[in-house]
């Protein structure tokens, strides 16, 4: 017999979803400075947003070594988001923490089309 599972409200469900983070590429290149990263609210989710050699990256905002807001730091030559506190740096690419033993960043993927620029939260 299959089972059927009653989903409680403590039962946590996470879905993931694309939501529009502007309205088009062009304002989105528009509105970034290249290596300048941004701090964006989505779904009450802090992220970082930046703009390095052409393409678009976004981790988490909070830094994991003190909580720190990457959103506030640089990204250097490499591709790297470096936090202003402890200029710990971690690749914009893959959210991997490149000189310490922090954890990795969360990523989030992003996509274009002509109705947008897409975060996936
Ligand atoms: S809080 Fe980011 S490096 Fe220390």
Redesign the pocket.
């Known amino acids: 017999m299959k089972q059927v599972r009653d989903l409680s409200q403590s039962d946590k469900c996470y879905f993931m979803e694309w939501l529009k983070i502007f309205p088009s590429e062009e304002v989105a290149r528009a509105t970034m400075k290249e290596d300048k990263p941004r701090l964006l609210i989505v779904n009450n989710k802090r992220i970082c947003l930046a703009l390095h050699q052409g393409g678009f990256f976004a981790v988490q905002d909070t ?1 994991t ?4 807001s990457l959103s506030k730091g640089k990204v250097n030559y490499l591709g790297e988001i470096v ?1 202003p ?4 740096r971690f690749a914009l690419s893959s959210g991997e923490a490149q000189d310490s033993t922090c954890r990795d960043l969360t990523t989030y993927a992003l996509k274009w089309d002509t109705s947008g620029v897409f975060i996936r939260i």
């Not at 506190?85 to 710990?88: E, L």
């Open positions: 830094c070594h003190n909580g720190e936090c506190w402890h200029n710990y």
